[in-house]
C-alpha cells in the first residue's frame, strides 16, 4: 500500500469530529489472538456447532467451559497491540468516537479504550445460564484459571455462562441501539474483519447510506471490499500506526487540534 493512499483518509479525520470504528479478529491477530477463519483458526479445530451456541451448552457445558477457559487463558497471556493503542489514542482525542468490536478478548478495553460497544460480549463476563432473577444481566470475573469448572453463578448456584453472544443468539437491544446512534459519523471505519457475520457486516452499509465516508482496512480483500469509499489493503497494526503519524504530522504542521490531543 503506497503512502499516498492514505492521504484521502488523514484529510478527513483531520477535520473529522465524529468517527466510528468497528473491528473484527484481525485487530488482535498481532496479540497473538487466533482468527476464526484464517488458515489456523481456532475453528478449524472445532465444529463451531460443537462449541458456540446455547444448544452446545446444553448437551455439555463442560467441553463448552473447557474451551471458553482455554480461550481466557491464552488472553490472559496476550497484550493489545499498536493497533489497540492507536484506536484508543483517537478514543480520547475525537470529540465523538466509538469503537465498535466483535471481538470478545477485551483488548481494546486493556489499551484504555473509552466508548467501546461490545456488540458479541466479552469473554470476561458471565451470566446465569438459568437467569435467575437475583443476578445481574452479566457480571465480571478475570479469573484464569478459574478454581471450579464450569463456574456457577454466585446467586443460585446455578451453572453460569460466557457472557458472549453464541450463534442464534440474538444481539442485546441496548447494544444494537448504541451502535446505529454511532453510525451518524463523518469517518466510518472497519479494521480486521471478514464481514460475513450479520448484522454486524451491515453496519457500514448503514453509515454509508447516512453520509460517512467508509473505510476498510484488512490484508485481505473481503466479499465487502467493493462497497468501501476507500480500502487500505494491509495490516492494521502497520496502516493505524502509519495514519496515526501522518495526522500528528499534519497536526503540528498546520496547528490544528489534533496536535493539541483534546
Ligand atoms: P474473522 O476471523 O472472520 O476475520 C478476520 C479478518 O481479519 C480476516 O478478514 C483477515 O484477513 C483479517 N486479518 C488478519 N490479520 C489481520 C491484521 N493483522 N490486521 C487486520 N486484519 C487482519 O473475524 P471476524 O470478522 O471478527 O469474525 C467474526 C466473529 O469472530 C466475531 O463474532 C468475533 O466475535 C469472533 N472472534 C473474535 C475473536 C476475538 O475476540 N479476538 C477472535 C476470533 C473470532
Ligand atoms: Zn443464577
Known amino acids: 500500500m503506497a503512502s499516498e493512499g492514505l492521504t484521502p483518509l488523514v484529510r478527513r479525520l483531520a477535520e473529522a469530529k465524529r468517527v466510528t470504528v468497528i473491528t473484527g479478529a484481525g485487530v488482535s491477530a498481532a496479540s497473538g489472538v487466533p482468527t476464526f477463519r484464517g488458515a489456523d483458526?481456532?475453528?478449524s479445530n472445532f465444529r463451531v456447532e460443537d462449541l458456540a451456541t446455547a444448544a452446545a451448552f446444553a448437551r455439555?457445558?463442560?467441553?463448552?467451559w473447557k474451551w471458553?477457559?482455554?480461550?481466557?487463558?491464552?488472553?490472559a497471556a496476550c497484550r493489545p497491540n499498536r493497533a489497540h493503542e492507536v484506536l484508543a489514542e483517537w478514543s480520547r482525542r475525537y470529540p465523538k468516537f466509538t469503537l465498535i468490536t466483535q471481538n470478545v478478548d477485551g483488548l481494546h478495553e486493556r489499551a484504555g479504550t473509552e466508548n467501546v460497544v461490545r456488540f458479541h460480549g466479552s469473554l470476561w463476563d458471565l451470566q446465569c445460564w438459568n437467569g435467575c432473577p437475583d443476578s445481574p444481566p452479566s457480571w465480571r470475573d478475570e479469573r484464569v484459571p478459574f478454581p471450579e469448572l464450569p463456574p456457577r453463578c454466585p446467586h443460585c448456584g446455578g451453572?453460569?455462562?460466557?457472557?458472549v453472544v453464541w450463534f442464534g443468539e440474538a444481539i442485546d437491544p441496548a447494544v444494537l441501539a448504541a451502535s446505529l446512534a454511532a453510525l451518524d459519523c463523518e469517518v466510518c471505519i472497519v479494521v480486521g474483519t471478514s464481514a460475513v457475520v450479520y448484522p454486524a457486516a451491515g453496519l457500514v452499509d448503514e453509515a454509508r447510506r447516512r453520509g460517512a465516508f467508509t473505510v476498510e482496512i484488512n490484508p485481505e480483500r473481503t466479499e465487502a471490499t467493493d462497497r468501501f469509499d476507500l480500502s487500505l489493503q494491509g495490516r492494521?497494526?502497520?496502516v493505524l500506526d502509519r495514519l496515526d503519524a501522518r495526522l500528528r504530522s499534519e497536526g503540528?504542521?498546520?496547528?490544528?487540534r489534533l496536535s493539541s490531543s483534546q
Open 68 to 75: 471458553y477457559a482455554w480461550r481466557r487463558e491464552l488472553l
Open 41 to 43: 483458526g481456532l475453528w
Open 236 to 238: 492494521a497494526e502497520d
Open 60 to 64: 455439555d457445558p463442560q467441553l463448552v
Open 252 to 256: 503540528s504542521s498546520s496547528g490544528n
Open 159 to 163: 451453572l453460569a455462562r460466557p457472557g
